[in-house]
C-alpha cells in the first residue's frame, strides 16, 4: 500500500456511502464537541464580565446562566424543526437560502463559515497552546477527516465522552455536597480569595456578561448542517443526536452555574498572575487535586483542542450546500477516496492555519466576530423555517411557526445584544467582512452562470468547412524529435512552417540540408514540402518570436486554424530535467496564455530513456 | 518600460558586444576587487597564527608575507603567460582541460568554483553582517551583474580606488614617518599591549602563519577566466590589468608587513572582546582616528563586502567554458538580455545565498576549503601551462615552460601545506568535494552525450507509413468546447473514440444525445462516426480510467500512433482560475510523464473572456 493509502485508508466505492453513515454514539463527539466543549468556556467568559462586582457577581451567574439556557431551548426546538423540514443536511444555509432568498441564505452561511474559521483560531486563547502544536492539531484533524466521517466518529468518542462524564460527575458530587451542606458545602481546596467590587451593577454590565455567557451556544447549528452523515432514517437520528447534545450541555451549564456560585468562585482576571480557570477551581473545590482532577483537567484539555473537529464536520458540508447552488467552486462538491468533501477539508485546514498564523496574538478579538457571526446564522435560520411553516401550512405548521418565530426573535435580539456589547471588541469586523464575502460569492455565482451560458450547446456537430489547420513547428535543428514531429505534421495538413530563430549561429547549415533531408523527399512522395522560415534574433530571444510568428499568421489567416506543434524532451527522472532548457514548455504557456480559439497547441513527447 | 527594463536596462543586441567590453580602468574593480580586498585580511589571517609568539611573532611577519610575495610573482608571471596563450579566456579550466586532459581540468574547475562560492561565505566572517545584510548585499551584487560587464565595472569603480588609495596613501605617511623616525615611529594612537609569549617559534607555526597568509593571494586567477571581457586588444589589456592588481596588491601586502613590524602591532584574539582588526590598528598608528581613518574603515567594509563581485564577473565566464564542452547545464552558456551569462549568475547567486544561509555560522570553516581549492587551481593550471609550452616549442617556449613549472611547483607546495595547515579545520572538504562535483560534471556529460547520440539523425524526412492516428477525446458533457475538440479530431482521423468517465451520473442521457448530436451528422457527411466509451468510476476518480484507457489502447493497437484531444477552459485572470477544476492540467501532465512516443497530447484551449 502506497503512502496516501497508509494515511487515508483504502479508497471506498461510492456505494459503499451507507456503511459510513453514523448514529448518535458518534454523532455527539463528531457534531457535539464545539457546543460541549462551550461548557468549559462559555461560563467563564460570563463569569470575568462579572469580576468588577466582587462577590456580589457570583450571584449573577444564576440569572445568566438561566437566560442562556433558555436561549438555548429555543433554538434546540427550532434546530429541531429544521432537521425535520430538510432533512436532506444545510442547515440555516438551505433554510435561509431556499426561503428568505439568495442574499439571506449567503448571510447565514458566511456567518457559519466565519464562525468555524475562527472557532479553531479561539483554541489557543482558551489555553496556552504555541502556535506549532495548533497547526499540529490542525493537520491531525484534517487528516483524521479525510479518513471519513465514521472513523473521524470513532477517534473522538474516548475524550467526548471522558470529558463529559468527568464535568458530570463532578457536578452530581458537588451537587451532593451542597444538599447535605444546606446550600453552603466547604470546598476541600478554597478558591482564590475575592478582591472587592469596584463597580457598581449596571444592566449594561449584565447584559455584557449575557452576550458573553452565549459563546456557550456557538456550535449547535452543527447537527442540522450535516444531517446527511446520519444512518436512515437520518432525520430520527440526528434529532436524537442534537436532544443529546443540548441535554448535556444545559446540564453542564446549569450545574456550573449553581456550583461556582453555591463554593463562592469568581473568575480570576485572564492572563495575569494567579489565573487559574473557573472549572479548575471548581473541581478542586468539589474533589480535590487528586487523580479525579488531573483526568477531568486532560480531558477538558484534549475537548478544547479538538473542537475544531466539529468545524470540520460541518464546514465541508455545507460548503458543497453553497457550491451545489453556484456559489462556491464547484470542486468542494466533490468526493474524495474517502467520500469526504475533500476540498472543503483543505479549504477548511488553509483558512484556520491563514488564521492561526496571522492572528495569532489577536484571536481574542475574533472571538466576538465569531458569536455575533453564529447568532446572524441563528436567527436567518429560524426566520427562514417561518416562511416555509407559513409555505407549508397543515397540521402542526402553524404550532412550528410560532416556534420558530420566537427562536428568530430571542437569537435576533441576543445577536444585537452580542454585536452592540463586542462591536468595538471587533464585532465591527463582522459588518465589514459578511457583505464582503456575499460580494464575493456572488460574483463565483456570475462568473459560473456566464460560463455556463458561453458554453452551452444544443446544436449537433457540424462538419462543414472542416478544413486542415495551418501548422507551425519550432525547431532547433534536424533530429530525430523535428523528424518526427515533422512526420506528424504531414499527416495533420499540408501547409506546414517550420521555424528556426536565428540567435547567430547555424541557420546556414540547416537551411542547406533541409532541400535534402525534407524537400526532396516531401517532392518525391508528391507532398507540398514544409517551408522553412528563419527569424533573425538580434537580442537572443527565442520564445518571443516564435509567439510573434504565431499570433502574426493567425492575424492574417482570419478563416483559418493555427496549430503548433510543440517537440519536448521528456526526462523520466527529475534532475535530468535541469539539464536541458524548458522553453518548449515556456512556448506551451505562453501560447496558452496569451493566443486564442484558433490556436492549438500539439504536444509531442519523445522520452529519452526509452 | 516594465519592471524588467528598468531594473535590467534595455536589451542589449548581440552586435553591441564590442562596446560593452572593459579596459583596465573597470577591469580592476571587477576582476581585481576579490584579490586587492584580500590586503586586509591576508595579513591578518598570518598575524593571528602568530599570537601566541609574543612580541617576538611581530618580526616573524616581515619573511612570511615576503614569502607570499615571492609566490605571488610567480604566480603572475605564470598567469600573464596563460592569458597570452588563451586570449579567449577560461584561465585554469581551460588550460588543464586542454593539456591535462578531462579530469584534471574538472579538478581545477571545481577548485575555483568551490572557492567562488566560498568567498561569498566568507565576507561575514570578516565583519560583523547580518545575514539579511549579507543576502541583500548579495542580491544588489547579483542586479548590478545582470546589467552588464561594463556597468558593474563601473558601479565598483569608486570604492575600488578609494580603497587602493587609502592605504597607499596610510603607507606612504607611515613610512615617511618610519623613516625619519630612524625605523621606530611614534604611533598618534597606541597599539594595544602584546600579551606575553606562551609557545616558542617552531617551522610549523611559521608554516601555518604562511598557509593562512596565502588567503591574501587567491582571486589572482580571476582575470585570466576572464579575458573575453577586455577590448582588443584582449590580451593586452588583460595582462595590463593583472599587472597593476598585482603590483598594487605587493605594494599594499609589502607595506603592511614592513609597518606593523615598525608601529609593533600584533593581532588580537579574534572574537573576543577587544579585538580590533590589525588594518584598524595600523592606520590609527600611523594617522590617529580622525576623518582620514573613518574614511579608510569605510572603504574597506565596502570593498570587503563587494569583492564577491570578482565572482560574479568569473564564475559565469568559467561556466561557460565548461558548459560549451558539455559538463554543465547547456544554459550556462546563454547570454542574457544584456550579454551577461545569466544562468551562471543565478546560479552562483543561489549557490552564495546557499552557504550564507547554512554555513552562516561556521564560515570561517570554509575559508581554508577556499584557500586549497584556490591552489589547487593555481597548480593544474601552471602545469597545464608546462604541457602547452612543451607542445607548442619555438622561440621563448622553453622560458615561458620555465617560469610555469617553478609556479607549478611553488603553487603546488603551497597547496600542500596550506592543506596539511588546515587539514582539520575543514581542508579535509576539499577531499570529499573535489572528486563528488567532478562524478557529477562527468555524469552530466555522460547524460549529454547520450541524449546527442539518441536524437541524432542524418537520414531524411521519410513518408511511408504515414497512417493518422487513434484519437482519443476525453469530455464531461456536450458543449461549444466538446464540439470544437470533436471537429479537430474529425480533421485529424477517423478513427475517434470519445471518453466520458461516469462518477455516478449524467451519462445515460448523454449516451442518449450522442446519437442525435455526433453520430447522426457524421453518418450524414458520410464520415464514420465518433465512438462514446463511458468509463464506470466507483471510486470517483476520473484522470485515472482515462490514463488507463490510453495506455491500454497503446498496447493493443502497437502500429499506431495516439492522439489525446483536451479540451481546456482558458482563463486570463488568474482568480477565476481557482473557481474551475483543473483535470485537463493533471491530465496532461500524467499523459507527458507516464506516456510514450506512440502518445501525443494535443490540447484545445478554449477562452472564456472573448
Known sequence: MDLVGLLLGRPLATEEEKAERIGPAKGIPIFGLDALSSAAYGPEAALTLLIPLGMAGIAYIVPVSISVIVLLGIVYFSYRQTIEAYPMGGGSYTVASENLGMWAG????????????????????????????????????????????????????????????????????????????????????????????????????????????????????????????????????????????????????????????????AATPPGEPGYQSVLSMLIAAIGGKGWFYGVSMGAIVVVLSLSANTAFADFPRLARAIAQNGFLPHSLTTRGRRLVYTQGVYMLTILAGALLLFFDGITDRLIPLYAVGAFLAFTLSQAGMVLHWKRVRGRGARRS??????????????????????????????????????????????????????????????????????????????????RKALRFAMVLSSDIVALHVDAGEQSDALRQRWHELVETPA?????????????????????????????????????????????????????????????????????????????????IPWYLDE
Open 106 to 265: 449567503l448571510f447565514a452561511a458566511v456567518g457559519i463559515s466565519a464562525g468555524v474559521g475562527t472557532l479553531v483560531s479561539a483554541v489557543p486563547a482558551a489555553q496556552p497552546h504555541t502556535l506549532e502544536i495548533c497547526l499540529g492539531i490542525l493537520a491531525l484533524v484534517c487528516l483524521v477527516n479525510l479518513r471519513g466521517v465514521s472513523e473521524s466518529g470513532a477517534v473522538f468518542l474516548v475524550p467526548a465522552y471522558l470529558f463529559v462524564g468527568c464535568i458530570l460527575a463532578a457536578i452530581l458530587i458537588g451537587a451532593v455536597n451542597t444538599m447535605v451542606a444546606g446550600g453552603h458545602p466547604v470546598p476541600v481546596i478554597a478558591p482564590p480569595r475575592i478582591p472587592p467590587a469596584t463597580e457598581a451593577v449596571s444592566l449594561w454590565l449584565i447584559l455584557r456578561a449575557f452576550a458573553s455567557g452565549c459563546t456557550a451556544m456557538t456550535g449547535v447549528e452543527a447537527v442540522s448542517n450535516g444531517v446527511g452523515a446520519f444512518r436512515e432514517p437520518t432525520a430520527k437520528y440526528a434529532r436524537l443526536t442534537l436532544t443529546c447534545i443540548i441535554a448535556i450541555l444545559v446540564a453542564m451549564l446549569a450545574g456550573i452555574a449553581w456550583l461556582t456560585n453555591a463554593y463562592g468562585i
Open 401 to 482: 411557526m410560532w416556534i420558530n418565530a420566537l427562536g428568530a426573535l430571542a437569537t435576533g435580539l441576543t445577536a444585537a445584544v452580542v454585536l452592540l456589547a463586542k462591536f468595538t471588541e471587533g464585532a465591527w469586523i463582522t459588518v465589514l467582512l459578511i457583505p464582503g464575502l456575499m460580494l464575493m460569492m456572488r460574483m463565483v455565482k456570475r462568473h459560473y452562470v456566464g460560463v455556463a451560458r458561453e458554453i452551452a450547446c444544443h446544436t449537433p456537430l457540424s462538419l462543414a468547412n472542416l478544413q486542415p489547420p495551418l501548422v507551425v513547428l519550432p525547431l532547433d535543428s534536424w533530429s530525430r524529435v523535428t
Open 523 to 603: 517532392l518525391q512522395a508528391g507532398r507540398k514540402p514544409p517551408e522553412l522560415v528563419v527569424l533573425p534574433s538580434p537580442y537572443r530571444f527565442v520564445v518571443q518570436p516564435i509567439l510573434a510568428y504565431v499570433l502574426e499568421m493567425e492575424r492574417s489567416h482570419p478563416d483559418r486554424q493555427i496549430s503548433v506543434l510543440v517537440p519536448e524532451l521528456v526526462e523520466r527522472r527529475w534532475y535530468t530535467n535541469l539539464l536541458h532548457n524548458h522553453r518548449s514548455a515556456v512556448l506551451k504557456t505562453l501560447l496558452l496564455f496569451k493566443g486564442n480559439r484558433r490556436i492549438a497547441v500539439i504536444n
